[in-house]
């Protein structure tokens, strides 16, 4: 069965750090890019991270850059989001998502974020 | 910046009626980018459509993708009772590289 599992969420005063770890199974984690998402009580979808299945690309929204890092160990199959300098507004449910997108002849082609894990809740607040 | 707009916010409509979403982009966007998502409450957002109208893996056929440029659309024929959820449009590009309408949700009228 294809999964992604999340843990590391928790409650963290705000300028503290937080680590988020996702673990893939049931696929090959190192074929595919990865993403974080995260979801605010209430609220929208809101992309946070990308990294490549190479780890050669990263990107990252605006409301993070400078403050969050992705990263992945294909050896472990794992995905990881480190958090610092966290904030009220980073208050939310983080998802890790799998992304079927493909380099082909000069091409990309995309079918969109396939796999979704369950999310670990991030709160912040003093 | 680029930016997907959705709506209605909420559309109300009865089971067995047909349900038209919109979601329409700032700037133009190739079709094969251009993603839809379901989430129900309390759990994780499901991929219904890639490529603008291309159904997901087991994706019943009553859901139907259209559009191109900056305007796009998601149609339930008949809604059922299950499909009663929040939807979300999504564009892969750059600045930014991955970017989420603001939802419309689908509830029972």
């Known amino acids: 069965e294809v999964q992604l599992v999340e843990s590391g969420g928790g409650l963290v005063q705000p300028g503290r750090s937080l680590r988020l770890s996702c673990a893939a199974s049931?696929?090959?984690?190192?074929?595919?890019?990865m993403n974080w998402v995260r979801q605010a009580p209430g609220k929208g979808l809101e992309w946070v991270s990308y990294i490549s299945s190479s780890r050669t690309t990263v990107y990252y929204a605006d409301s993070v850059k400078g403050r969050f890092t992705i990263s992945r160990d294909n050896a472990k199959n794992s995905l990881y989001l480190q958090m610092n300098s966290l904030r009220d507004e980073d208050t939310a449910v983080y998802y890790c998502?799998?992304?079927?997108?493909?380099?082909?002849?000069?091409?990309?082609?995309?079918?969109?974020?396939?796999?979704w894990g369950q999310g670990t809740t991030v709160t912040v607040s003093s | 910046e680029f930016v997907l707009t959705q709506s209605p916010g909420t559309l109300s409509l009865p089971p067995g009626e047909r349900a038209t979403l919109s979601c329409r982009a700032s700037?133009?966007?190739?079709?094969?980018?251009l993603v839809w998502y379901q989430q129900k409450p309390g759990q994780a957002p499901r991929l219904l459509i890639y490529?603008?109208?291309s159904r997901a893996t087991g994706i019943p056929d009553r859901f139907s993708g259209s559009g191109s440029g900056t305007d796009f659309t998601l149609t339930i024929s008949r809604v059922e009772p299950e499909d009663f959820a929040v939807y979300y449009c999504?564009?892969?590009?750059?600045?930014?590289?991955?970017?989420f309408g603001q939802g419309t949700r689908l509830e029972i009228k």
């Open positions: 490529g603008a109208s």
């Open positions: 999504q564009r892969y590009g750059s600045s930014p590289p991955r970017t």
């Open positions: 700037q133009s966007v190739s079709s094969s980018y």
């Open positions: 998502v799998r992304e079927d997108l493909e380099y082909v002849a000069g091409a990309y082609y995309y079918y969109g974020m396939d796999v």
């Open positions: 049931g696929f090959t984690f190192s074929s595919y890019s």
